[in-house]
Nanobody, 124 residues
Framework: QVQLVESGGGLVQAGGSLRLSCAAS????????MGWFRQAPGKEREFVAA????????DYADSVRGRFTISRDNAKHTTNLQMNNLKPEDTAVYYC?????????????????WGQGTQVTVSS
C-alpha cells in the first residue's frame, strides 16, 4: 500500500504562483512514478503532469506546459508541482497519484494510488 497526502493548495490571483506537495509513505518503491491530475466542477479528472522514476523524464498536458513544473525532493520524500502564471481555468481540485502501471503515463487507469486532493482556486 502507498499513502499519499497533498498540501499547498489555496486561493491565488491570476498570474500568481502556488506550489503543491505530495508526501508518499508506505511501499512507494513498487511504483513507476508520480503524477498530478485535476478535476474542475462538472468535468472529468484530467492529466496535468507526471514524473517517471526510471528515466527521470517528465510529461505535461499541453494546457500547463511551460507554466507548471513537476519535481522530486528526495530528502523530503515529496513530489512537487510548481505552478506559475496561474489562470482562472486552472481552478480545480488537484490530486497526486502513484503510477503502478508500466505504461500509460497520462492515463488515470495507470495510477493505483491517489491522494485526497487539494483545492486550487485562481481568481480573475
Amino acid at each position: 500500500q502507498v499513502q499519499l497526502v497533498e498540501s499547498g493548495g489555496g486561493l491565488v490571483q491570476a498570474g500568481g504562483s502556488l506550489r503543491l506537495s505530495c508526501a508518499a509513505s508506505g511501499r512507494a518503491f513498487i511504483t513507476y512514478g508520480m503524477g498530478w491530475f485535476r478535476q474542475a466542477p462538472g468535468k472529468e479528472r484530467e492529466f496535468v503532469a507526471a514524473l517517471s522514476w526510471s528515466r527521470g523524464t517528465t510529461d505535461y498536458a499541453d494546457s500547463v506546459r511551460g507554466r507548471f513544473t513537476i519535481s522530486r525532493d528526495n530528502a523530503k520524500h515529496t513530489t512537487n508541482l510548481q505552478m506559475n502564471n496561474l489562470k482562472p481555468e486552472d481552478t480545480a481540485v488537484y490530486y497526486c497519484a502513484a503510477r503502478t502501471g508500466v505504461s500509460g503515463v497520462t492515463l488515470r487507469s495507470a495510477y493505483g494510488y491517489w491522494g485526497q486532493g487539494t483545492q486550487v482556486t485562481v481568481s480573475s
